[in-house]
C-alpha cells in the first residue's frame, strides 16, 4: 500500500493580502515558513521514499522545510500547480469580485456555472489531477510520499478520492496551509485517511 502525505504549501504574501495566486508566485510569509517547520517535526517519523511537489516556488520551499536534512528527493510536477485562474491571477479577490461577480460566485457557490476568464475550468483541473494521481500510484505501490500541493488542488483530489459531484467541490474540511492530508493506495483505488488537519499549529490557526 502507498500513502500519500498532501500539504498545502505555508501562508503566503499574497495569502496576507488576499490576492489570487494560481500558478503566479508569492513568497512564504514568516507564518508560513513556521507551519511547514511546524508539519516537518510532526513528520520526523515517517519514513519517506521521496517527495513530489508542485513546481511552484511557494509548494517548493515548503517541501524543503518539511524535507529539512533529511535524504530525501524531492521531485516537481506541473501537474501539482494550482489551478490556473488566468486574467485573476495577482489581483485583490475584492478587487475581481467587483469586476467578474457572476464568475466569482460561481467559483465559490456554483462551480457548475463557472467559467473561467483565460485559465483552467474545473473540468481542467479534475482531469490534471486524475493523471497526477494515476501517474503516483504507478511510479508506487508501497511506501509514504511527501507531496505538497495548493488548496483548490487539494479540494480537487478530495473530490476525485471521494468521488464527488462537482457541484459538492468545496464541501468537507478547510485547506488551511500547512495542513496535513492523507489518502492511501491499496492497488484498487484510493481511500481518504484525513483531510486538512491542522493539528501541529491550531493555537495560531490560519484565517
Not at 511537489?53 to 529539512?68: F, M, W
Not at 492523507?182 to 481511500?191: P, V
Not at 485517511?193 to 495560531?204: N, T
Request: aromatic share 10%.
Amino acid at each position: 500500500m502507498v500513502r500519500l502525505y498532501i500539504t498545502r504549501h505555508g501562508e503566503t504574501v499574497w495569502n496576507v493580502q488576499r490576492r489570487m495566486q494560481g500558478q503566479k508566485n508569492s513568497e512564504l510569509t514568516d507564518r508560513g515558513r513556521q507551519q511547514a517547520a511546524l508539519l516537518s517535526k510532526t513528520l520526523e517519523d515517517v519514513e519517506f521514499e521521496t517527495a513530489y511537489s508542485s513546481s511552484s516556488e511557494r509548494a517548493l520551499q515548503t517541501a524543503r522545510i518539511i524535507v529539512g536534512n533529511r535524504n530525501i528527493p524531492i521531485v516537481p510536477l506541473d501537474s501539482l500547480r494550482e489551478i490556473n485562474f488566468g486574467e485573476w491571477e495577482g489581483r485583490n479577490a475584492g478587487d475581481v469580485e467587483k469586476e467578474y461577480p457572476e464568475q466569482y460566485r460561481n467559483f465559490w457557490e456554483y462551480p457548475l456555472l463557472y467559467e473561467p476568464v483565460g485559465g483552467e475550468s474545473f473540468d481542467d483541473i479534475i482531469n490534471r489531477f486524475r493523471a497526477a494521481l494515476e501517474l503516483l500510484a504507478d511510479r508506487h505501490d508501497k511506501g509514504n510520499i511527501l507531496v505538497v500541493t495548493h488548496a483548490v488542488a487539494l479540494k480537487t483530489i478530495a473530490l476525485i478520492v471521494e468521488k464527488k459531484e462537482l457541484k459538492d467541490f468545496w464541501s468537507g474540511t478547510f485547506i488551511h496551509p500547512a495542513s496535513l492530508s492523507i489518502i492511501e493506495h491499496d492497488g484498487t483505488g484510493w481511500k481518504a485517511v484525513k483531510w486538512g488537519d491542522i493539528s501541529h499549529y491550531e493555537h495560531e490557526r490560519a484565517e
